[in-house]
C-alpha cells in the first residue's frame, strides 16, 4: 500500500510541475489576498486526504522551495513576478510580468528553481541516518525526481529554457528522448509535454525562418508611418497609401490598424461629399480640426504597433544568441545538476529499498 501511494504522489507530482507551469492558472487566484498561503493550505488539504498530511506537507515543502528559486533569481535581474500560486494536483507557480531581456536570464531564473530544489531535501539525509525513518528517504528521491523531471530539454520545463541558452537544437533531443520513453511505456503525460515542446519548438523555427522577410517589413513600415505623417493633410493620398500598404503587410494587428484608418477617411470623405451636395463647399474649420485630430490618433497607434513589431522581431534575432562562454557555463551547471539529482535519487532510493521495514513489506 505504501508503494503504491509512493507511485502515485510521484506521478501527480510531476503532473504538478508541468500544468503549474501554464501562466493562464493564475487567473483563477488574481483577485484573492493573501493568495500564496490560502492556496497554500487548500493544497495541503487536498493531498492530505489522499495521501496524509505527512506526506502532503513534504510535497507543497518541496514546491514551495523549487518555485521560491525561480522568485529569488527574478528578484536578482529584477524582473517582476507575481506570488506564488498552489493549484491543488497540479502543482505551484510564479508569473513572470515581464519576460527576461535574453536567453541567459531566461536560463538563469530557470536553473534556480531546480537548484533550490536539490537544497530543500539535503537536510533529509542526516534526518534518515540519525532516526532510520524511512520517510526522509522517500522525501530525497521525490524530490530528486520532481527536479529531474523538470530539468528535460524541453519546454515549458525548466531544462528547456536553460538548454535554450545554449541551443534551442537540444529541445528536439528533448522531444525525442521524451517521445520514446512514452511511446515505450505508453505514457499519457510524455504524450502531452511533447505536444507542448513541439508547438512551442515550431513556433520559434516559423519566427526565425521569416526573419528576414520580418525585418524588410519593419523597414517598409517605417518608410510608410513617415510618409502618412507628411501626408496626413491630404485625405487620398494616405488612403491610397494605406490600402495599398495593407496588401503586403503579415502583422494582423498593423493591418487591423489601417483598416481602421481607411474607414475613418472613407466616413470624412462621405461627409465632405454631402456637405458638397448641400452646398458647402469648404469644410470649417472645427470639422477640418477634428478630422486631423482623428487622423494623428490613428497614426499614433500606428507607430506604436510598429515599434511593438520591430522590438518582436529585434527579440527574435538576438533573444537566443549566447556567447561561446556562456554557452559553456550553462552547459557545465545544467550537467551538473542533473548529476547531483540523478546521485541523490540513487541514494535516496538505495537507503529506502535496503530498509528493513520496506525489505519485510516486499517480501510479503
Not at 493573501?34 to 498530511?53: C, D
Not at 523549487?66 to 493549484?87: N, T, W
Request: avoid cysteine; charge should be positive; aromatic fraction near 12%.
Amino acid at each position: 500500500m505504501k508503494k503504491k501511494k509512493t507511485s502515485l504522489g510521484i506521478l501527480g507530482t510531476i503532473v504538478a510541475i508541468i500544468l503549474g507551469k501554464l501562466k493562464y492558472i493564475l487567473v483563477v487566484f488574481k483577485f484573492l489576498k493573501l493568495q500564496t498561503l490560502l492556496s497554500m493550505f487548500i493544497t495541503l488539504g487536498a493531498y492530505a486526504l489522499i495521501f496524509g498530511w505527512k506526506f502532503a506537507v513534504a510535497l507543497v515543502y518541496l514546491l514551495f522551495v523549487h518555485e521560491m528559486g525561480h522568485a529569488y533569481a527574478a528578484k536578482r535581474i529584477k524582473l517582476p513576478v507575481s506570488p506564488a500560486i498552489f493549484i491543488p494536483f497540479m502543482g505551484a507557480v510564479i508569473g513572470m510580468k515581464e519576460m527576461p531581456i535574453n536567453a541567459k536570464d531566461e536560463g538563469y531564473v530557470a536553473y534556480m528553481g531546480p537548484l533550490f530544489g536539490l537544497l530543500s531535501f539535503l537536510p533529509a539525509i542526516p534526518l534518515y541516518l540519525y532516526t532510520h525513518e524511512p520517510f526522509w528517504a522517500l522525501l530525497i528521491i521525490l524530490g530528486a525526481i520532481i527536479n529531474l523531471f523538470n530539468l528535460i530539454p524541453i519546454t515549458p520545463l525548466d531544462g528547456g529554457r536553460i538548454a535554450a541558452g545554449i541551443s534551442t537544437k537540444l529541445w528536439g533531443l528533448g522531444i525525442i528522448l521524451l517521445l520514446v520513453y512514452s511511446v515505450m511505456n505508453i505514457s499519457f503525460l510524455g504524450f502531452f509535454i511533447v505536444v507542448l515542446g513541439s508547438m512551442e519548438w515550431y513556433k520559434l523555427y516559423k519566427k526565425q525562418k521569416r526573419l528576414k522577410d520580418d525585418q524588410l517589413e519593419v523597414q517598409e513600415l517605417e518608410h510608410l508611418l513617415v510618409k502618412l505623417k507628411q501626408e496626413s493633410h491630404d485625405l487620398d493620398s494616405i488612403q491610397e497609401m494605406a490600402s495599398k500598404a495593407k496588401w503586403k503587410i503579415t502583422n494582423r494587428d498593423i493591418i487591423e490598424t489601417l483598416n481602421k484608418l481607411n474607414s475613418e477617411i472613407g466616413k470624412m470623405k462621405k461627409e465632405l461629399y454631402l456637405q458638397h451636395l448641400s452646398g458647402a463647399f469648404s469644410i470649417s474649420e472645427e470639422d477640418s480640426s477634428n478630422n486631423q485630430q482623428i487622423i494623428e490618433e490613428i497614426l499614433k497607434q500606428l507607430e506604436g504597433k510598429v515599434a511593438a513589431y520591430k522590438k518582436e522581431v529585434l527579440t527574435t534575432e538576438t533573444y537566443y544568441k549566447t556567447d561561446k562562454k556562456t554557452k559553456a557555463q550553462l552547459f557545465f551547471i545544467y550537467i551538473g545538476l542533473v548529476v547531483a539529482l540523478a546521485v541523490s535519487y540513487y541514494y535516496g532510493n538505495g537507503l529506502l529499498m535496503n530498509h528493513p521495514e520496506i525489505q519485510r513489506e516486499m517480501n510479503r
